[in-house]
């Protein structure tokens, strides 16, 4: 038995390869991280005292407010309105793989290895990370 080969992302996980329903591309997903942390830094900036002029040694514990607003985001939105901000600004969202509702615990998990950063930049064929992998889910085009 040969292992079928891939055309296009996300063809072996029976989605199309374009359009509504496609596997969402690097550059959105880029995008959508970016407009994410950015709002994660200022809410971070605005609320919780974070300065991004601070040295290391005057910022203290203030300095991981934004990762830990950026993963507060992530674990909201992702079970509320399928995506995060950046996400569904950008028109993507986070679905099952199999279907159904995502749950509470996959977006824990997803995120806490998003925060890692190694998960997220580690792709399979289908342009899957293996946050994504690990958690049975999938970014896709709204």
Known sequence: MTDAVNTYPGERLGMPQTGTGSIARPGRRIGALLIDYLAATIIA???LGYDQFALPSEAGLTQFAPMAVFAVL???????AGGSPGHRILGMRIVRLGGGWVGLWRPIVRTLLLVVVIPAVIWDADQRGLHDKATDLVLIRA
């Open 45 to 47: 900036t605005g609320f």
């Open 74 to 80: 992530q674990i909201l939105f992702i079970p509320t």
